[in-house]
Protein backbone atom coordinates (compact mmCIF):
# COMPACT_ATOMS: atom_id res chain seq x y z
CA UNK A 1 0.00 0.00 0.00
CA UNK A 2 1.40 3.40 -1.10
CA UNK A 3 2.22 5.61 2.29
CA UNK A 4 4.20 8.60 3.38
CA UNK A 5 6.50 8.84 6.32
CA UNK A 6 8.17 11.55 8.02
CA UNK A 7 10.31 10.21 10.80
CA UNK A 8 10.56 13.68 12.75
CA UNK A 9 7.59 14.98 14.56
CA UNK A 10 8.80 18.12 15.84
CA UNK A 11 12.26 19.87 14.75
CA UNK A 12 13.76 23.00 16.34
CA UNK A 13 16.75 25.24 14.25
CA UNK A 14 18.02 28.38 15.18
CA UNK A 15 17.51 31.13 12.61
CA UNK A 16 20.07 31.59 9.90
CA UNK A 17 20.78 28.13 10.42
CA UNK A 18 19.89 24.92 7.33
CA UNK A 19 17.00 22.95 7.39
CA UNK A 20 16.22 19.22 6.14
CA UNK A 21 12.93 17.70 6.42
CA UNK A 22 12.80 13.91 5.79
CA UNK A 23 10.33 11.72 4.07
CA UNK A 24 10.13 8.74 2.76
CA UNK A 25 7.54 7.05 0.78
CA UNK A 26 6.31 3.70 -0.46
CA UNK A 27 4.40 3.73 -4.13
CA UNK A 28 4.85 1.46 -6.83
CA UNK A 29 5.56 3.41 -9.97
CA UNK A 30 7.03 6.90 -10.52
CA UNK A 31 5.59 8.68 -7.30
CA UNK A 32 3.87 12.29 -7.87
CA UNK A 33 5.82 14.33 -4.65
CA UNK A 34 5.05 17.25 -2.95
CA UNK A 35 5.89 19.32 -0.19
CA UNK A 36 3.16 21.55 1.77
CA UNK A 37 3.08 23.98 4.36
CA UNK A 38 0.26 24.79 6.93
CA UNK A 39 0.22 27.87 9.78
CA UNK A 40 -1.67 27.30 12.35
CA UNK A 41 -5.16 27.35 11.80
CA UNK A 42 -4.92 27.50 8.45
CA UNK A 43 -4.71 25.64 5.26
CA UNK A 44 -2.12 24.02 3.25
CA UNK A 45 0.34 26.18 0.71
CA UNK A 46 1.85 24.72 -2.30
CA UNK A 47 5.75 24.74 -1.79
CA UNK A 48 7.09 22.20 -4.06
CA UNK A 49 6.10 19.05 -6.54
CA UNK A 50 7.74 16.58 -8.20
CA UNK A 51 6.28 14.80 -10.97
CA UNK A 52 9.72 13.86 -13.14
CA UNK A 53 13.02 15.30 -15.15
CA UNK A 54 15.65 16.77 -12.30
CA UNK A 55 15.60 15.41 -9.11
CA UNK A 56 16.30 18.22 -7.86
CA UNK A 57 13.51 21.01 -7.65
CA UNK A 58 12.76 24.23 -6.71
CA UNK A 59 9.83 25.87 -4.60
CA UNK A 60 8.75 28.92 -3.14
CA UNK A 61 10.04 30.72 -0.15
CA UNK A 62 13.49 29.40 -0.83
CA UNK A 63 12.80 26.01 -0.50
CA UNK A 64 14.39 22.96 -2.36
CA UNK A 65 13.84 19.24 -2.49
CA UNK A 66 15.38 16.44 -3.43
CA UNK A 67 13.75 13.21 -5.12
CA UNK A 68 15.83 9.97 -4.49
CA UNK A 69 14.60 6.90 -6.22
CA UNK A 70 17.26 4.02 -4.95
CA UNK A 71 16.31 5.75 -0.75
CA UNK A 72 12.47 6.54 -1.56
CA UNK A 73 12.99 9.65 -0.12
CA UNK A 74 12.10 13.00 -1.14
CA UNK A 75 13.87 15.43 1.83
CA UNK A 76 13.12 18.93 1.85
CA UNK A 77 15.67 21.61 2.56
CA UNK A 78 16.71 25.15 2.97
CA UNK A 79 19.71 26.50 3.55
CA UNK A 80 18.76 29.45 5.87
CA UNK A 81 16.10 29.39 7.78
CA UNK A 82 13.95 32.48 9.14
CA UNK A 83 11.21 32.72 11.90
CA UNK A 84 8.47 32.91 10.08
CA UNK A 85 9.31 29.71 8.49
CA UNK A 86 7.74 27.98 11.82
CA UNK A 87 5.19 25.88 10.90
CA UNK A 88 3.98 22.45 10.10
CA UNK A 89 5.21 21.03 6.85
CA UNK A 90 3.72 17.64 4.80
CA UNK A 91 4.91 15.68 1.94
CA UNK A 92 2.45 13.84 0.36
CA UNK A 93 2.51 11.30 -2.96
CA UNK A 94 -0.03 11.38 -5.66
CA UNK A 95 -2.08 7.94 -5.80
CA UNK A 96 -4.59 6.66 -7.54
CA UNK A 97 -8.33 8.40 -7.87
CA UNK A 98 -6.59 11.98 -7.86
CA UNK A 99 -5.77 11.21 -3.88
CA UNK A 100 -2.77 12.90 -2.17
CA UNK A 101 -1.87 10.28 0.62
CA UNK A 102 0.04 12.55 3.43
CA UNK A 103 2.91 11.94 6.69
CA UNK A 104 1.68 12.75 9.58
CA UNK A 105 3.82 16.23 9.63
CA UNK A 106 6.85 17.73 10.92
CA UNK A 107 6.27 20.54 13.19
CA UNK A 108 9.19 23.32 12.62
CA UNK A 109 10.53 25.82 15.47
CA UNK A 110 13.08 28.41 14.84
CA UNK A 111 14.55 29.71 17.83
CA UNK A 112 15.72 33.68 17.19
CA UNK B 1 -7.06 35.05 -9.61
CA UNK B 2 -9.36 33.98 -6.77
CA UNK B 3 -7.97 31.22 -4.73
CA UNK B 4 -10.01 28.40 -2.88
CA UNK B 5 -12.54 29.23 -0.17
CA UNK B 6 -14.57 27.52 2.07
CA UNK B 7 -17.44 28.44 4.14
CA UNK B 8 -18.49 28.27 7.17
CA UNK B 9 -15.24 28.80 9.41
CA UNK B 10 -15.90 27.25 12.16
CA UNK B 11 -18.95 25.00 13.05
CA UNK B 12 -20.24 23.51 16.37
CA UNK B 13 -22.30 20.43 15.53
CA UNK B 14 -24.30 17.74 17.99
CA UNK B 15 -23.46 14.19 17.96
CA UNK B 16 -26.62 12.59 15.22
CA UNK B 17 -27.13 15.65 13.68
CA UNK B 18 -26.00 16.41 9.50
CA UNK B 19 -23.76 19.19 8.23
CA UNK B 20 -23.13 20.83 4.73
CA UNK B 21 -19.60 21.93 4.42
CA UNK B 22 -19.22 24.23 0.91
CA UNK B 23 -16.19 25.17 -1.57
CA UNK B 24 -15.65 27.14 -4.25
CA UNK B 25 -12.63 26.45 -6.33
CA UNK B 26 -9.73 28.63 -7.50
CA UNK B 27 -10.60 30.12 -10.93
CA UNK B 28 -10.16 27.97 -14.21
CA UNK B 29 -9.99 24.89 -11.85
CA UNK B 30 -12.79 21.90 -12.18
CA UNK B 31 -11.78 19.67 -10.29
CA UNK B 32 -12.46 19.42 -6.17
CA UNK B 33 -10.90 17.03 -3.27
CA UNK B 34 -12.00 17.09 0.15
CA UNK B 35 -9.97 15.84 3.09
CA UNK B 36 -10.17 15.47 6.70
CA UNK B 37 -7.81 16.66 9.14
CA UNK B 38 -7.39 15.50 12.15
CA UNK B 39 -5.63 16.99 15.02
CA UNK B 40 -2.01 16.09 14.57
CA UNK B 41 -2.28 14.80 11.49
CA UNK B 42 -1.78 15.16 8.18
CA UNK B 43 -4.66 15.51 6.05
CA UNK B 44 -7.51 11.90 5.22
CA UNK B 45 -8.45 11.80 1.24
CA UNK B 46 -12.59 11.83 1.69
CA UNK B 47 -13.29 11.86 -2.24
CA UNK B 48 -12.50 14.04 -5.53
CA UNK B 49 -15.02 15.32 -8.24
CA UNK B 50 -14.19 15.81 -11.88
CA UNK B 51 -17.21 17.75 -13.91
CA UNK B 52 -19.91 17.06 -11.60
CA UNK B 53 -18.72 13.26 -11.11
CA UNK B 54 -16.96 11.19 -8.29
CA UNK B 55 -13.27 10.25 -9.73
CA UNK B 56 -12.07 8.91 -6.36
CA UNK B 57 -13.22 7.86 -2.75
CA UNK B 58 -11.37 7.25 0.43
CA UNK B 59 -11.64 4.95 3.40
CA UNK B 60 -14.62 6.98 4.75
CA UNK B 61 -18.05 5.50 5.09
CA UNK B 62 -21.36 6.10 3.17
CA UNK B 63 -22.59 9.11 5.53
CA UNK B 64 -20.18 11.09 4.24
CA UNK B 65 -21.11 12.33 0.67
CA UNK B 66 -20.42 15.05 -1.71
CA UNK B 67 -21.69 17.36 -4.68
CA UNK B 68 -20.11 19.00 -7.54
CA UNK B 69 -22.17 22.01 -9.27
CA UNK B 70 -21.97 23.05 -13.12
CA UNK B 71 -19.91 26.10 -11.80
CA UNK B 72 -17.42 23.29 -10.21
CA UNK B 73 -18.22 24.79 -6.77
CA UNK B 74 -18.77 21.40 -4.45
CA UNK B 75 -20.26 20.36 -0.92
CA UNK B 76 -18.99 17.76 1.54
CA UNK B 77 -22.43 16.33 3.42
CA UNK B 78 -22.11 14.54 6.74
CA UNK B 79 -24.96 12.59 8.16
CA UNK B 80 -25.48 11.23 11.53
CA UNK B 81 -21.85 12.88 12.88
CA UNK B 82 -20.45 10.94 15.25
CA UNK B 83 -17.68 12.59 17.72
CA UNK B 84 -14.75 11.46 15.86
CA UNK B 85 -15.63 13.69 12.34
CA UNK B 86 -14.41 16.74 14.39
CA UNK B 87 -11.96 17.95 12.57
CA UNK B 88 -10.85 20.18 9.79
CA UNK B 89 -12.23 19.67 6.32
CA UNK B 90 -9.86 21.17 3.49
CA UNK B 91 -11.19 21.73 0.49
CA UNK B 92 -8.62 21.34 -2.85
CA UNK B 93 -9.49 22.53 -6.18
CA UNK B 94 -7.11 21.33 -9.48
CA UNK B 95 -6.60 22.20 -12.72
CA UNK B 96 -8.61 18.79 -14.52
CA UNK B 97 -7.76 15.37 -14.10
CA UNK B 98 -4.11 15.01 -15.75
CA UNK B 99 -3.28 17.97 -13.38
CA UNK B 100 -5.71 16.38 -10.34
CA UNK B 101 -2.24 15.97 -8.16
CA UNK B 102 -1.03 19.49 -8.02
CA UNK B 103 -4.24 20.55 -5.39
CA UNK B 104 -4.50 23.98 -4.37
CA UNK B 105 -5.50 24.02 -0.61
CA UNK B 106 -8.71 26.44 1.08
CA UNK B 107 -8.07 27.40 4.26
CA UNK B 108 -10.39 24.80 5.93
CA UNK B 109 -13.78 24.29 7.73
CA UNK B 110 -13.20 23.69 11.75
CA UNK B 111 -15.79 21.08 12.73
CA UNK B 112 -16.50 20.53 16.45
CA UNK B 113 -19.00 17.52 17.14
CA UNK B 114 -20.02 17.68 20.58
Known amino acids: AQSVTQPDIHITVSEGASLELRCNYS??????LFWYVQSPGQGLQLLLK??????LVQGIKGFEAEFKRSQSSFNLRKPSVHWSDAAEYFC??????????FGQGTELSVKP | ETGVTQSPTHLIKTRGQQVTLRCSSQ?????VSWYQQALGQGPQFIFQ???????GRGNFPPRFSGLQFPNYSSELNVNALELDDSALYLC?????????????FGPGTRLTVT
Open chain 2, 92 to 104: ASSGGLADSYEQY
Open chain 1, 27 to 32: YGATPY
Open chain 1, 50 to 55: YFSGDT
Open chain 1, 92 to 101: AVGAKGGKLI
Open chain 2, 27 to 31: SGHNT
Open chain 2, 49 to 55: YYREEEN
